[in-house]
């Protein structure tokens, strides 16, 4: 459900997992380049020292994408950048999807400090979140000594109308569970709208215009997720879907029509899902989902 590979402007952002990441480069990133105990200083990891550590935490971040809960990347300059094409470090966004918030996360080698690249990231995972996930919350703190992330974070967050939520204490807990205080902000989806005058357009289309596409919604387990189909697939999904309950909307001229739930032998019926709030002000020609820095502990950015 998450986008494979993101493009911005100078980053391209692939998964953090195997298929797309040299293990051995990787260790080397993890366990010696140069900074490195800079740059893990604020974060929940320390500096690798064995590779079985590495291919554990490519092994870890593949599956938490594949459970919905994290969409993890390698963060890579793109052409025109100076490292083109290196891994540059790594960013992500954790969903929380009972409370429909959206937390991102990021660390990168020092080499690449100094160039924007952190609130230029976070743009495109604040339309993954908004645009694409439909989260109502994007939500991103750091430790309170944390002046480099404090800078980078209070940037985008002002440019995207969120604000400063405060000083919370003994608010998060680091793996070796020591409790930290946090400074934490948040953007939320209506602030988001307001502020890019209807959304951005970092992510692109996946399946073109969206007016022609349909929105569907499901709920697996414990997750609420929003797929986009193209028209000519969207019965056909319906029943490859077969025992998972939807509730799906179609765009038309500005207009939408609710399709009645489908249900097909082979998998458990769910309870349909019911729209959270109606996105008024988004343009009536798209369709998009109708629903929903922080590196990860104790470092937040």
């Known amino acids: 459900m998450f986008p494979e590979t993101i493009e911005t402007e100078r980053l391209r952002l692939e998964p953090s997992t195997s298929e797309y990441v040299d293990l051995q480069t990787f260790y080397r990133i993890c366990s010696s380049d140069p900074g490195i105990e800079e740059v893990t200083q604020y974060t929940s990891w320390s500096p690798h020292e064995t590779i079985k550590e590495t291919r554990e935490y490519l ?11 994290v969409a993890g990347y390698v963060v890579r300059p793109r052409e025109g950048e100076d490292g083109a094409g290196d891994i540059a470090g790594c960013t992500g966004l954790r969903v929380q999807w009972d409370r429909q918030v959206g937390s991102p996360g990021i660390w990168l080698r020092k080499r690449f400090w100094g160039r924007g690249y952190s609130g230029e990231r976070a743009a495109a995972l604040m339309e993954l979140a908004f645009d694409r996930l439909d989260l109502e919350l994007f939500m991103v703190g750091h430790l309170p000594d944390n002046e480099p992330s404090e800078q980078a974070i209070s940037r985008y967050i002002e440019q ?11 608010s998060i807990t680091d793996l070796d569970d020591n409790i930290h205080d946090e400074v934490r902000y948040s953007v939320s989806h209506t602030e988001w709208l307001d502020a890019t005058d209807g959304g951005t357009r970092i992510l692109g289309d996946p399946w073109g215009p969206r007016s022609l596409c349909k929105t569907t919604e499901f709920r697996i387990t414990s997750h609420h997720v929003p797929i986009w189909l193209p028209t000519a697939m969207a019965a056909t999904h319906l029943w490859i879907a077969s025992g998972v309950t939807s509730r799906s909307r179609w765009s038309a001229a500005g207009s939408a029509l609710n399709l ?15 729209h959270s709030r109606r996105r008024s002000q988004r343009s009536a020609q798209w369709l998009r989902p109708d629903s929903r820095d922080s590196t990860v502990i104790p470092r937040r950015g």
């Open 59 to 69: 092994e870890r971040s593949a599956q938490q994408r594949e459970d919905a809960e």
């Open 260 to 274: 009645a739930p489908t249900n097909a032998p082979g998998l458990p019926d769910t309870q349909p899902i019911q």
């Open 160 to 170: 995207f109308g969120g604000r400063r939520e405060g000083h919370l204490r003994n």
